[in-house]
């Protein structure tokens, strides 16, 4: 994986005039890709007060120690994926196209959470609670399939799963070769490549 100093995004991630949890949302994102991308005992409470553009004073004031912002950046972490589990209905092609579309649009808004999440599946990473994010990915993945009787199927739905997630990744990179396209656009032909790969008909509008 390419290694770089994280940016302050919570301008980029948040809006003009977010709300506390927005804020907190938001540095709890960039708070993931730090630990993903440092492990545990290589990240510190000052590195991630840069990555999000807070003092580390102010930054304490909201998560008293680097244990308490890393159970927090998880706590994060199980929320959208819950968020998103609860965003797969239906049944049939339909169900997984509109799924790809959630998981798009949040993958882009919370690309941390995703390295997070990837990063907790690599066998000896330094995270605590690699468990939880591990079940966590699994059951996502599980009930994406669930409907699926053939093996070639399932397959094909975790790899668009998988495609989306990782050209989500690609805006964290300042080399992804991304040219002049904004990130809606991105994000638009991830979910096209996605629903292509997964062989299920048009996008969703």
């Known amino acids: ?18 709300s506390p949890e927005q804020i907190d949302a938001a540095i709890l994102d960039t708070a993931a890709e730090v630990f993903a991308r440092h ?7 000052q590195q991630v007060a840069d990555a999000v553009g807070y003092s580390k004073t102010g930054l304490l004031r909201r998560f008293p120690s680097k244990q ?11 929320t959208e994926v819950r968020a998103l589990r609860g965003r797969l209905e239906g049944q049939g092609p339909a169900r997984r196209r509109g799924f790809l579309a ?43 399939t669930e409907d699926l009787a053939e093996p070639h199927d399932r397959l094909r739905a975790v790899m668009a799963l998988q495609l989306v997630a990782n050209t989500a990744l ?5 080399q992804a070769p991304l040219g002049d396209l904004p990130p809606a656009q991105v994000q638009e ?17």
């Open 1 to 18: 994986m390419v290694m770089h100093t994280t940016s302050p995004v919570v301008s980029r991630r948040a809006p003009v005039r977010p």
């Open 102 to 144: 959630s998981a798009a649009a949040a993958a882009f808004a919370r690309p941390g959470v995703v390295l997070l999440m990837i990063e907790a599946l690599q066998e000896g990473a330094d995270l605590p609670h690699a468990d939880r994010l591990d079940a966590l990915a699994h059951d996502l993945l599980a009930a994406l």
């Open 170 to 174: 690609l805006t964290l990179e300042p």
């Open 68 to 78: 308490a912002l890393y159970d927090a950046a998880v706590e994060h972490v199980t």
């Open 39 to 45: 492990g545990f005992a290589g990240t510190s409470v």
């Open 189 to 205: 032909l991830a979910v096209e490549a996605a629903v292509a790969v997964l062989g299920a008909g048009p996008a969703p509008a």
